[in-house]
């Protein structure tokens, strides 16, 4: 699986960073976590307001920072909510 975290670098974009890579570690999920930061890539997945969550390939969270237990749902069971 891989997910990618869109944010310039603000708090918010930095906590779900963080509570996605704590996720993937706590259930052993097999993914590649990596961060987008340029401006350009963002816009290329047509989101306006960071941060916001892609799995592979499919924007599945954007604007906030979704709790734990809902990353852990999202990701364990592929459910995208938006």
Not at 41 to 63: Q, S, W
Request: charge should be positive; glycine fraction near 4%.
């Amino acid at each position: 699986m891989k997910i990618q975290v869109l944010g310039t670098g603000c708090a918010k974009c930095k906590s779900l960073e963080k509570a996605v890579r704590e996720v993937v570690a706590q259930n052993n999920i097999d993914a590649e976590v990596t961060k987008v930061e340029d401006i350009m890539e963002i816009m290329k997945f047509n989101v306006m307001t960071t941060p916001a969550l892609v799995v592979d390939g499919k924007v599945v969270v954007k604007g906030r920072v979704p709790s734990n237990d809902e990353l852990k749902q999202i990701l364990t069971n592929k459910i995208f909510l938006i």
